[in-house]
């Protein structure tokens, strides 16, 4: 029998998560809204039903049905519930990853495929973690004395995928693999951009 020996490929990871911050889950919720906070992990916030009003620094973005926006660490950012019933779900997360800053502050639609993702982390949190009366409202993470065998892995592996999504969909990029130079371009861009839409907002003011 002949041993054969095989050139081993190291797969290439543009992001990865390992820790968890808060995961909060609700549901037909109405008049609710939390202080301005900051923090060093990253925040997204995705609005299963119903309308989110954000606010970060001095913008204010609503999120309707199936859109999500991504607050970058370090900036102040609450949320407000009025009177329509609403559905919302907000994780925070550390992730290391430059690629990131290619979505933050943007207010996203999520599709079907990476709707269904997050429904599939919702899930694995309920597998993975002790629930407040089966509430997802997770401050400190306990792991469940019952956990179903890899939640946490599945938690992490459903993330990557979802934000990966979110980056192909905001860059057309769904075939070409990034380089370094590629991805500091695309952060370029999206700096230009960004800078464009504020001088467009603000060209009436001093």
Not at 100 to 118: A, D, F, G, T
Not at 135 to 148: A, E, K, M, T, Y
Not at 172 to 177: L, W
Request: glycine letters at 4%; one cysteine or more.
């Amino acid at each position: 029998m002949d041993n054969l020996v095989f050139t081993k490929y190291r797969l290439s990871q543009i992001l990865r998560i390992r820790k968890l911050s808060t995961a909060h889950y609700f549901t037909h919720l109405t008049q609710y809204q939390t202080p301005p906070h900051s923090h060093d992990s990253w925040e997204f916030v995705f609005c299963s039903q119903g309308h989110v009003r954000t606010f970060q620094a001095d913008e204010e973005c609503v999120l309707r049905t199936n859109q999500i926006i991504l607050h970058a660490p370090r900036v102040s950012h609450n949320l407000q519930i009025e009177e329509e019933p609403t559905t919302f779900f907000a994780l925070s997360f550390e992730c290391n990853s430059e690629t990131l800053k290619l979505l933050q502050h943007k207010v996203l639609r999520v599709n079907q495929s990476q709707r269904r993702m997050l429904m599939m982390i919702i899930q694995e949190l309920g597998n993975a973690f002790e629930l407040d009366h089966g509430q997802i409202q997770l401050g400190d993470f306990h792991p469940n004395s019952h956990q179903v065998l890899g939640a946490e892995q599945m938690i992490t592996g459903y993330m990557e995928g979802f934000l990966i999504g979110l980056l192909r969909d905001v860059t057309n990029q769904k075939e070409q693999r990034w380089d370094a130079l590629t991805l500091e371009k695309a952060l370029e861009n999206r700096l230009a951009t960004d800078i464009k839409e504020n001088i467009e907002t603000h060209i009436s003011e001093r």
